[in-house]
């Protein structure tokens, strides 16, 4: 790889856009796919330009064939995204094991003393309200929410955010029955069932939980399973 | 031989051994990038999958669950000294023989390149 195409990659990473790296195997000629454009020695026909975009909506590298040899594309997807909220003890545990599972996380709490830098080292903590946060947040299909405050002042203007974007998970803390009184107040703001469908609640994995670490192990469990097995599942699903 | 991932950069991302690869040849040091390009059964790491090593034989990231890392190491200094990219295959372990392969019986392609340096290019 030549020095110039690294820096461009880890440019287009840092800016988060998606990229595309295409390598021919047998000549190790690369080009950069960035925003539609080709960067570098290797000649990207439409057809390639068309596979390299199927990458990154598969989030998976693939080797294609071409005239003049193989060619791999691996895509550079911008991070996955972790929202919390809730700078609570379970969120302690779940923002570093969420960071070392890949995510980018931002914990929001506006209570004082909740959403502190000490309480969460090397995290990303917002004191904003979380309709506020979650606004400037932006999520997309590649984040996932989780609400732990168990507080309808704060989890429930996020969960109306959540289920206004294409958040992949939305999850929120609470007992059953604090979950149905939960849908209860989102439906008289005008939300349904399919809505209701989209939030994993009570949160987590059936695994018997019990202290915050384990928590926060069923909470990223069951985010890796709506990540990985979602999709899986609805390409199967297409192709039957 | 192998970096102590507690020595590497605290400031990069996590798993962005691409950045760690230009530290290396910033401070220097000759470095090859090894990436999963293929896999067949079932593989230990999938497809896209950077391995990146340096000429002191540090790695960082990884290709498999450290079953063929060895011989890559190996490979991509011959990358680093020719400039020619190689494609490594691996396969399954044959219990009787002492090459190197993956026990969990799939089957995976490596390919292995230079970082060649800004006046390479």
Known sequence: MKRDLLDRLLAAKAAKQPAVLATRLNTGEQSLLTGGAATGELAVSPSIQSSANDTLRADKGRTVEADGGDIFLQPFNPPLRMAIIGAVHIAQVLAPMSDLTGYDVTVIDPRHGFASPDRFPHISVVDDWPDEALDALAPDSRTAIVTLTHDPKLDDPALERALRSDAFYIGSLGSKKTHAARLERLSRAGFGDADFARIHGPVGLAIGARSPAEIAVSIMAQVTQALREAPALAATAAAA | ?121
């Not at chain 2, 470095?31 to 000429?55: E, F, H, K, N, Y």
């Not at chain 2, 450290?66 to 011959?78: H, P, T, Y």
Request: aromatic share 4%.
């Open chain 2, 1 to 121: 031989m192998a970096t102590d991932p507690q020595q590497l950069d605290q400031s990069l991302g996590h798993d962005d051994v691409l950045a760690q690869a230009r530290q290396w040849q910033d401070a220097g040091r000759g470095v090859a990038i090894a990436t999963v390009v293929s896999t067949w059964g079932s593989s230990p790491r999938p497809v896209g999958s950077q391995l990146v090593v340096s000429d002191r034989q540090d790695m960082v990231g990884s290709v498999s669950g450290g079953c063929v890392e060895g011989a890559v190491v190996e490979a991509a200094q011959q990358v680093m000294q020719d400039g020619t990219p190689k494609l490594l295959d691996f396969g399954v372990t044959n219990s009787q023989a002492w090459e190197v392969g993956l026990a969990c019986g799939g089957k995976i392609e490596v390919y292995v390149e230079k970082l060649e340096t800004a006046d390479e290019a």
